[in-house]
């Protein structure tokens, strides 16, 4: 079945960076976009930033966009998301999601998948 793990989420200071992992199994890595959310305490899950299959294509939430980067190695089933300057609003539990489709990437419902989450805390 499918799975996404996501790793790399930390307690960093505000101005630091991070680089999360989401290595996927379980599907045909190189045909599917990839994207990550993230969700902080009683906010609802939002759209960080999506790229598509071969990578060529990215697309960012405009509260990331100039400190975020999402890259990913097809070689090893696992896309990336380098955040940098990081501010303590960015702190949230930080998800990584697949789907098959190219289209409304910024909606929770056009994903399949997600992995079960890693924390990220930036402190003031």
């Known amino acids: 079945q499918v799975q996404l793990v996501e790793s790399g989420g930390a307690l960093v200071q505000a101005g630091g960076s991070l680089r999360l992992s989401c290595a996927a199994s379980g599907l045909t890595f190189s045909l599917n976009t990839m994207a990550w959310f993230r969700q902080a305490p009683g906010k609802e899950r939002e759209f960080v930033g999506a790229?598509?299959?071969?990578?060529?294509?990215?697309d960012y939430a405009d509260s990331v966009k100039g400190r975020f980067t999402i890259s990913r190695d097809n070689a090893k089933d696992t896309v990336y998301l380098q955040m940098n300057s990081l501010k303590p609003e960015d702190t949230a539990v930080y998800y990584c999601?697949?789907?098959?489709?190219?289209?409304?990437?910024?909606?929770?419902?056009?994903?399949?998948?997600w992995g079960q989450g890693t924390q990220v805390t930036v402190s003031s």
């Open positions: 790229i598509t299959r071969r990578g060529g294509g990215t």
């Open positions: 999601a697949v789907t098959s489709t190219p289209w409304r990437l910024l909606e929770v419902n056009t994903y399949n998948y």
